[in-house]
């Protein structure tokens, strides 16, 4: 997992969580949204880490 890819998923809980802990029910809040946006950056970037290939030996 590349470490934009790990922020995202950090972020993405936290926001999450804040919502869990903010709201008793259940209304789109925006750290609702922004857990939403997180979570599909973190696909995107898990999905972008896969096509990149690293080639540690340089020819």
């Not at 922004?34 to 096509?51: P, Y």
Request: aromatic share 10%; net charge positive.
């Amino acid at each position: 997992m590349s470490k934009s890819a790990a922020g995202f998923f950090i972020l993405a809980l936290l926001s999450g969580i804040l919502h869990l802990s903010l709201v008793q029910d259940t209304f789109v809040t925006l750290p609702l949204i922004a857990s939403g946006v997180f979570s599909s950056l973190f696909v995107l970037a898990l999905i972008a880490g896969r096509r990149i290939k690293f080639d540690p030996v340089l020819r």
